[in-house]
């Protein structure tokens, strides 16, 4: 569980330090994508994440305005630069007081895909995401 915690804040200060969020009124949903394989085996096992070089999860979550994480509906697709449309398959990961909204992705080397994620906080406000990242398969790994 420690792994699990370190790695979860791990991902959420790389999104914080890389600016990653879109604020709604007074609540930011902050994003990431990071490639499986930085993820401990038996971590991504107990979650049923495949670890490989072309393998990456989107991990989302939303801060208030009390900067206390919100549970929230999380949807969302992904495409690639030729079209290829896909669903997102959100899984909420509460963890002590964090909650994060996690979905694998497959990738090739170099491919550019956007995504659009749709985010609805309990009791606050909806939110559309989007926003397009570059993938690189680590040949070393």
């Known amino acids: ?27 930011e949903v902050h994003y990431v994508l990071v490639n499986t394989l930085f993820l401990d085996a038996e ?3 107990g979650y049923g994440i495949t670890r490989a070089k072309d393998r990456a999860i989107v991990n989302l979550s939303v ?11 999380v949807t969302g697709t992904v495409r690639n630069l030729i079209g290829q449309l896909s669903e ?4 909420r990961i509460v963890d002590g007081d964090s909650i994060y909204f996690i ?3 497959r ?31 680590d040949s070393k790994k």
């Open 43 to 45: 971590i991504a096992h």
């Open 103 to 105: 979905a694998p992705i």
């Open 107 to 137: 990738f090739t080397d170099q491919d550019v895909l956007r995504f659009e994620v749709e985010v609805a906080t309990k009791n606050g406000p909806k939110a559309r995401v989007s926003f397009q990242e570059r993938m690189w398969v």
């Open 63 to 73: 801060i208030g305005p009390d900067q206390r994480p919100r549970d929230a509906d």
């Open 88 to 91: 997102l398959d959100f899984q």
């Open 1 to 27: 569980m420690r792994i699990l915690i370190a790695i979860m804040l791990w991902i959420s200060s790389a999104a914080a330090s890389g600016a990653q969020f879109v604020a709604v009124d007074d609540h």
